[in-house]
Nanobody, 116 residues
Framework: QVQLVESGGGLVQAGGSLRLSCAASGTSGSIFNVMNWYRQAPGKQRELVALINSGGSTSYADSVKGRFTISRDNAKNMVYLQMNSLKTEDTAVYYC?????????WGQGTQVTVSS
């Protein structure tokens, strides 16, 4: 059973930075092909923020390009999201998401609040 635990959220002023972490366990030593960060703002649908594959290739939502950086540590089964130049519209619950052996797994989420 895969478990994903996010951390690093909090309250920050606009223009500030946060680094989110997601620790994965229960993979029996295998690594995930793709690791993803999603977010969901109040009253909005959950949206993909960034993804990274096992080879390190990345993709970003247009709204975060140039401000956010996703990275991973395969040895530790961790994925990170460095968020710089935060805007009030980045306020959301951020979730780690993977697909493993055909099953979909979500973390519990971590709240990011950006104040003006």
């Amino acid at each position: 059973q895969v478990q994903l635990v996010e951390s690093g959220g909090g309250l920050v002023q606009a223009g500030g930075s946060l680094r989110l972490s997601c620790a994965a366990s229960g993979t029996s030593g295998s690594i995930f092909n793709v690791m993803n960060w999603y977010r969901q703002a109040p009253g909005k649908q959950r949206e993909l923020v960034a993804l990274i594959n096992s080879g390190g290739s990345t993709s970003y939502a247009d709204s975060v390009k140039g401000r956010f950086t996703i990275s991973r540590d395969n040895a530790k089964n961790m994925v990170y999201l460095q968020m710089n130049s935060l805007k009030t519209e980045d306020t959301a619950v951020y979730y780690c998401y993977v697909v493993h052996m055909g099953y979909h797994y979500w973390g519990q989420g971590t709240q990011v609040t950006v104040s003006s």
